[in-house]
């Protein structure tokens, strides 16, 4: 009797296993947020701060959710004066400097979403990259004074 209970126990655990070894990514997410959008906005944009806790350089290579249509790596360069937003392939980070995707710089676009962000909600986003594989984050909508934040830059997004 006492054999069986203990068999049963081990094969509950076993499967557990495997997970709790996993490598931990040397990438650290923080503060991922995206600001309240109107209520006829198309597109939305999320931040965060990507720390590399590793020795080797790695790159985000993708963003997905079910947030939005489309999301894509994007970046605001000057153009003849101009803000303009551009697609990028990847947002490299490097040990030692964190990496900060914020309004005004590098981001992460949300295309056609398929709600209003509110303030105060969350939504999931899967960050995929080169090295450290893919994670998910929890991003926290922020309500429009997030734009008086101390690290905002020229606002434009659309
Ligand atoms: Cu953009």
């Known amino acids: 009797m006492k054999k069986t209970v203990w068999l049963l126990l081990s094969a509950l655990c076993i499967p557990f296993t495997p997970v709790l070894a996993a490598e931990p990514g040397a990438i ?3 503060q991922p947020w995206a600001r309240e959008s109107p209520p006829a906005a198309a597109n939305g944009a999320a931040y965060m701060t990507l720390v590399n806790i590793g020795r080797e350089t790695d790159r ?5 959710g079910e947030v939005a249509e489309t999301v894509e790596l994007h970046t605001h360069l000057m153009e003849n004066n101009v803000m303009k937003m551009r ?4 947002i490299e980070v490097a040990p030692g400097e964190p990496t900060a995707l914020r309004p005004g710089g590098l981001h992460i676009m ?3 979403l398929k709600q209003p962000l509110a303030a105060g909600q969350t939504f999931p986003l899967t960050l995929r990259f ?3 594989g893919a994670t998910s984050v929890q991003v926290t909508v922020r309500g429009k004074d997030a734009a008086a934040m101390p690290d905002s830059q020229p606002k434009h997004h659309q």
């Open 110 to 112: 949300l295309i056609g």
């Open 87 to 90: 697609k990028v392939e990847a």
């Open 28 to 30: 650290q997410i923080e």
């Open 60 to 64: 985000l290579l993708s963003a997905s």
């Open 130 to 132: 080169e090295k450290a």
